[in-house]
């Protein structure tokens, strides 16, 4: 497939399927995918296809080439119960609406492992992506994910974490369905956490470290209120305090331990983070950690302090927006401080860096009103910046406006699926 030349990439559902103990015929359709869901059945894009199939009895994927844009294929099973993957490998630059039968069969080779690390992080990404784009209900997310609760892949891992962070930020504002997802995604996540611990071993390898930093990032969010993660963030933070030039806390995790300690803390913990910022004056990936992190602490003054130290001269003009980033990721709440603080402070960023690149403008609008899910909030921006203008950010502003009301719909739909029934009946959920 040419994705560049043909200017994006196709989709390829199942429309039929007939299952016997000995086969399965599928019939496929190939359509232009885009992310927001939009129809493209009417533009007739078509590419020619390698699709590549596997079952658990073929030891290399068989591959299917076509150009139809509808197709069938016939599959052969060597038991009554096998699975079907279709783009085995992830090799080819396309998603995959497997049906929920398929995906049902495919469940236990997700457990077990049986399916390649590509293939399980492939499986995760292309859901959540279809899921959003309308193709697949929320609904069978739940069991989809419940299926790697005892994944050990830092690449899978790494899907997974993007996954549900991205599902955290449409939930975080629902609070009938939030707290039971982030009780479901805290024990999801929990057996590999506990396995791969918090100290690097010597036998971490690459992947390893990768892992180790994909989980406690994943703690931060979803399982910062639990005593022992507390702890063990604690005892990180006070080695780095009592040394601040040592290495206690690896760089891969430093911000996550600093964001979990200013959440459950006070004024106390937010000066001390702040004053390694100070400390660490000949580091700018250290400082960094402290400007992306301090945004973190529950106190709602303290967050406002924390943007206006971000234009007040004592951060680098080029890293003034990680303060902002910082804020607008604690939760709905810092999201909605940073916004009002970007507009209620208009003049004096817009002065703070005329000199300075666009792209600085650009990010900072980026973190303070991204993040948002509603139409309304879509208005909002739309109606600031029309009485703002800013020429040369006018395509950032429109892509958030754009990314704002897809996620909006977005919302909707899962809200209106069984997603929350079904994750309320989950034992994760309990």
Same mark, same amino acid.
């Given at each position: ?84 993957? @279709?783009?085995? /490998?992830?090799?080819?630059? #396309?998603?995959? %609406?497997? +049906? $929920? ?7 236990? =080779? ?69 707290p039971k997802f982030t009780r479901f995604v805290s024990n999801l996540i ?19 470290? @990768?892992?180790? /930093?994909?989980?406690?990032? #994943?703690?931060? %969010?979803? +399982? $910062? ?7 063990? =963030? ?190 309320q009946e989950n034992p994760l959920s309990q």
């Amino acid at each position: 497939i040419n994705a560049e030349y043909m200017g994006g990439f196709p989709v390829i559902s199942v429309l039929e399927e007939k299952w016997t103990d000995s086969s399965v015929v599928l019939k496929l359709q190939q359509k232009w995918f885009l992310a927001d869901g939009s129809d493209t059945t009417a533009e007739g894009k078509l590419w020619t296809v390698p699709l590549l199939i596997a079952t658990p009895s073929t030891k290399s994927p068989t591959l299917e080439l076509t150009s139809e844009a509808t197709f069938t294929v016939t599959v052969n099973l060597q038991s009554p119960t096998d699975w079907v993957l @279709l783009n085995a /490998g992830q090799h080819v630059p #396309l998603r995959v %609406v497997h +049906s $929920s039968a398929m995906i049902e069969r495919l469940v236990p =080779a997700i457990k077990s492992k049986t399916l390649s690390a590509s293939d399980r992080a492939g499986l995760v990404l292309d859901a959540y992506a279809l899921m959003k784009a309308g193709y697949m209900d929320f609904a069978s997310l739940v069991p989809l994910l419940d299926a790697y609760r005892n994944e050990d892949n830092a690449v899978t891992w790494e899907a997974l974490e993007m996954v549900l962070r991205g599902l955290n930020r449409l939930l975080q504002s629902n609070q009938a369905v939030y707290p039971k997802f982030t009780r479901f995604v805290s024990n999801l996540i929990k057996p590999t956490a506990n396995a791969i611990g918090w100290q690097p071993k010597e036998t971490d390898g690459h992947l390893g470290k @990768l892992l180790r /930093g994909s989980m406690i990032r #994943l703690l931060a %969010v979803f +399982s $910062s209120n639990e005593e022992s993660v507390i702890s063990e =963030a604690r005892s990180l933070y006070n080695k780095l305090i009592e040394d601040p030039n040592g290495s206690h806390i690896p760089s891969d995790f430093r911000v996550p331990v600093l964001k979990m300690v200013l959440a459950a803390g006070g004024q106390e913990e937010y000066n001390k983070v702040k004053e390694l910022f100070t400390i660490w004056d000949n580091s700018n990936v250290d400082q960094k950690a402290v400007m992306t992190s301090i945004g973190a602490t529950p106190i709602l003054e303290l967050k406002n302090q924390t943007l206006e130290w971000a234009i007040s001269g004592s951060i680098k003009r080029q890293d003034f927006f990680y303060p902002f980033s910082g804020v607008s990721d604690s939760g709905i709440k810092g999201l909605e401080i940073s916004w009002n603080f970007f507009k209620q402070n208009f003049e004096r960023i817009q002065s703070y860096i005329s000199t300075a690149s666009p792209s600085l403008m650009d990010s900072v609008i980026s973190y303070s009103c991204s993040g948002f899910c509603t139409n309304e909030k879509a208005d909002d921006i739309t109606r600031f910046f029309e009485s703002h203008p800013l020429p040369l950010s006018k395509r950032t502003i429109s892509q958030i406006v754009e990314d704002v009301r897809v996620n909006a719909e977005v919302l909707k739909r899962l809200e209106k699926s069984d997603f929350a029934r079904i994750l309320q009946e989950n034992p994760l959920s309990q």
